[in-house]
């Protein structure tokens, strides 16, 4: 193998993945592929409006049906009473969680299930649901989070008030909690400032937007065991949930997590499994359970809608002196939005000396809301980020050299109190300042645009432009913050005797992380990539995993390999200090090889002794489980290129270019993949994507076709380029990829539409409807 | 002695103080200290004997993993935020 110049052998390399073949040859299974003998389709009754109370559930009718074998409603899973448990990456309430699968007594949004029958055929189960009778009364509605916070708003939860770090406020309210970070003296900041901005931001409730649809199967032994094969971001996340909703232990309960179609974060709380292992119960056969996309845009968790107010100051040399601001996030049906990330997220790319910041959780009638991509993150920093640029225009500042002199770094102390390790923001700007895409704005005339435009070659948006070559233009950047996770991870890896190693480890593969883990191992014992086989257990296969989210699998689980191929090496040293009649002081392990320190003569291979492990003991199992501090948070600077069509309102993506600090990239074409992939959903968040309601409550585009994500055609290549600011807290380097990179796009969007017309945009998303009324009205002006 | 960082919410304890001294080798012997400063401390951070659910503690930049057993320094800093779940 050769030793790349930064002394890496593996990492930092483009192997073929190892789950490539079974994915582009279509032979992976995923969930809804599942098939064995017996098998009952389930299908889930959900509730026609937003609010009501369920007075009665009369199922007998669809059980009479030919071919229905089970109905089950909330009286089949546990009361789990209203209690809090941690469930792996943070703590959940279980009555709301139960009451989500199936309603308990109330339905607090259009789509929420009511009951679950399993028939011999998904028509029958169709057809079965249309003869269960639910009696309710209907309640009125509220599905905007600042109607739901006045006093007069309905009630979505009659116990409910408003939590404030434990300070009882005796208020029923939906407002479920109140959080605050103060730094500094706010009204003295302000009063240093010479320029101040103060703007008020909506966005709109969007969704992940994964292909695949939520699934379950769910098979209940003879034996009270359970298994459940699902498509999901944790299988031991999902075990824990069905534990506590069935009331049963752990160990009988096998998650068996398939390939997976994207989750982004949408994946992590249990929609369909404890109804599936219900039905199998009751009916002793395997029952399968899959969403269509209804059912995933109005019963599964999107992003919540948010109102946020911003009001920041920079004095005349640029320096940013006081921020503010306060945040309403829409938590669904019951409490938990983002609210604490986005709040801590919002100033995260400052040094500011002066700041305030409230953040309210706020429940509305519209789906429990989920993680997506750094929760919370990107609808604070389209505030506040569209504010820095408001200033730097004031200040006659370039934006980049803004935010480089007031930008976050090792030292900063941030808004909500800790201090930022080594951190890579200030990496970026300055790489985006060198960039050609940033460095052409500075020519800017008609020509240059020309040749910007035939470097971008085949892209469409070449077309539009060169078609209406005056339609205005504008650059805009944005930087953004995510923290990333740790949290716990374990693998396991088995020699074998052709000196090829079996690795198991419990992160389902979001993006190629098994590579990137098998990547990891292998740098550590010195082998090739290709001789790791990779592959990601169930509940029983391997030890505890948290969920892939957060940005850590590549982290924590690569940590987890790392550990395991220092088992690995530890026991190869014992090995061949046996075959060798030395002690394991006098063998060393080197570059894949093993080396007698006494007797330069004795040298094996790690194949070679791999072939005589049978022979002298056994096969060498290497496992380790972590629980990693050292969490290397993340920033990303993007830059845009806009045309703004001034007679439909629609806005054309020309060029995007997004930096990023990534530590160190394992597999540079995953990282990449992961800052394309977060790059277009932020791009469809600023642009397109929208929940829309109408005045009975009821989601409006609940379908691809009219829920407008962008596709290939909308959008240029993203060109992605790495930082690498090593995390000193990694043996490799690592920061979490995968969610910063969605957090810079709105905003940057919306700057760049700022210089093409003059306008700023306020609310997300910025559709061509939105874009023209604000034309409008600016010519009306 | 750690220094802890006491959250805004909580300043109605503490007389509007940003930061306090507390001694204690762990998180829970902290706010036992912190209780004895300031009255009613306690029970906002840690009811029935663990973290205030979604909440978390910092310890020198470091999220806490062993809640109210996370080691604290003579030194250190400790501050306690909204806990973050990723996507």
Known sequence: ?781 | MALVWIPPLLRDLTGGKETATATGQNVDQVIVALEQQFPGMRVRLSPDGVLRPGIAVVVDGQVGRFGLLESVGPDSEVHFLPAIGGG
């Not at chain 1, 941690?86 to 929420?112: I, P, W």
């Not at chain 1, 434990?166 to 109140?178: D, L, M």
Request: aromatic letters at 6%; one cysteine or more.
């Open chain 1, 1 to 781: 193998m050769t030793t790349l110049a930064n002394g890496f052998k593996v990492i930092g390399t483009r192997p073929i993945r190892h789950d490539g073949v079974d994915k582009v040859t279509g032979r992976a299974i995923y969930g809804a592929d599942m098939q064995m003998a017996g098998l009952l389709h389930g299908r889930i009754l959900r509730s026609p409006i937003p609010h009501g109370i369920i007075k009665s559930i009369d199922v007998s009718k669809a059980l009479a049906l030919p071919g229905v074998e089970a109905i089950v409603t909330s009286a089949e899973l546990t009361d789990p009473g209203n209690r809090i448990a941690e469930l792996g990456e943070g703590a959940v309430n279980l009555k709301d969680l139960s009451s989500n699968c199936l309603a308990r007594g109330k339905v607090h949004y259009k789509g929420q299930a009511v009951a679950a029958v399993a028939a011999v055929s998904p028509n029958i189960a169709e057809e079965a649901l249309k003869l269960i009778v639910v009696d309710y009364q209907t309640l009125p509605h509220v599905t905007d989070v600042r109607a739901a916070m006045r006093d007069d708003a309905p009630l979505l939860h009659d116990d409910q008030v408003t939590e404030s770090l434990g300070q009882p406020t005796g208020k029923h309210s939906n407002i479920a909690k109140h959080i605050q970070f103060k730094k500094g003296d706010i009204d003295e900041g302000f009063k240093q400032a010479a320029v101040v901005v103060e703007r008020e931001f909506h966005t709109a409730t969007v969704h992940q937007g994964y292909i695949e649809p939520h699934n379950a199967t769910a098979l209940w032994n003879a034996d009270g065991t359970v298994t459940i094969w699902c498509s999901t971001q944790g299988a031991f996340s999902v075990r824990a949930q069905v534990a506590e909703l069935l009331a049963m232990p752990v160990s009988r309960i096998k998650v068996v997590p398939t390939e997976i179609g994207g989750g982004f974060g949408g994946k992590i709380r249990v929609y369909l499994e404890p109804v599936a292992a219900a039905l199998s119960k009751k009916t002793g056969k395997p029952v399968k359970i899959t969403m269509n996309r209804a059912d995933v845009f109005e019963a599964t968790g999107p992003t919540p809608g948010s109102y946020i107010k911003v009001k920041m100051g920079a004095d005349k040399d640029g320096k940013l002196v006081a921020a503010q601001a306060y945040l309403a996030y829409e938590a669904g049906a019951f409490p938990g939005s983002p609210i604490g990330p986005g709040a801590m997220c919002i100033f995260a790319c400052y040094d500011i000396p002066n700041v305030h910041i409230d953040g309210y959780d706020v429940v509305v009638n519209k789906p429990a809301t989920s993680a997506y991509r750094a929760p919370g993150a990107t609808n604070a920093a389209f505030a506040s980020e569209t504010i820095v640029d408001e200033l730097c225009e004031k200040l006659k500042i370039d934006p980049l050299d803004f935010r480089i002199k007031n930008g976050a770094r090792e030292g900063t102390r941030r808004a909500d109190g800790p201090i930022f390790p080594l951190v890579g923001l200030v990496e970026t700007l300055e790489v985006a300042k060198r960039h050609s895409h940033f460095l052409s704005e500075r020519q800017g005339d008609k020509e240059t645009r020309r040749q910007g435009d035939e470097k971008m070659g085949s892209s469409p948006c070449l077309l539009v432009s060169l078609s209406h070559p005056l339609l205005p233009r504008g650059r805009g950047v944005a930087s953004g913050f995510w923290f990333n996770c740790g949290l716990k991870s374990s693998a396991s890896a088995s020699v074998n005797s052709d000196g090829t190693v079996s690795l198991v480890e419990g992160s389902t593969d979001i993006g190629g992380s098994r590579t990137g883990i098998a990547m990891q191992l292998a740098e550590a014992l010195g082998i090739r990539a290709d001789e790791v086989r990779p592959v990601v257990g169930d509940t029983d296969a391997v030890g505890y995993c948290d969920v892939t989210g957060g940005s850590r699998v590549t982290f924590a689980t690569g940590w987890a390999a790392y550990e395991a191929a220092q088992d690995i090496k530890r026991q190869m040293i014992t090995r061949a200090a046996f075959i060798w009649s030395v002690t394991s002081e006098e063998v060393a392990y080197e570059n894949g090889s093993l080396r007698c320190l006494v007797d330069d003569t004795k040298r094996l291979t790690f194949k070679e002794l791999a072939e005589k492990l049978h022979a002298t003991g056994g096969t060498i199992v290497g496992r380790a489980s972590v629980d990693p501090q050292g969490v290397g948070g993340a920033f990303a600077t993007h830059i845009v290129d806009v045309e703004v069509d001034s007679d439909t309102g629609k806005v054309t993506i020309l060029r995007y270019t997004a930096v990023q600090d990534v530590g160190k990239a394992i597999h540079p074409s995953y990282v990449e993949g992961q800052i394309q992939g977060g790059a277009v959903q932020g791009i469809g968040w600023a642009l397109n994507e929208e929940y829309f309601y109408n005045d009975q409550g009821t989601m409006a585009n609940a379908s691809f076709l009219d829920y407008r994500m962008p596709t290939s055609l909308d959008l240029p290549m993203i060109e992605a380029v790495l930082v690498e600011v090593a995390n000193p807290g990694h043996p490799y380097g690592v920061r979490g990829v995968g969610e910063v990179p969605i957090v810079p796009p709105p905003a940057a969007i919306a700057n760049a539409i700022y210089n093409a017309i003059g306008i700023r945009m306020e609310e997300l998303p910025m559709s061509p409807g939105r874009v023209m009324a604000k034309l409008l009205a600016k010519k009306r002006a």
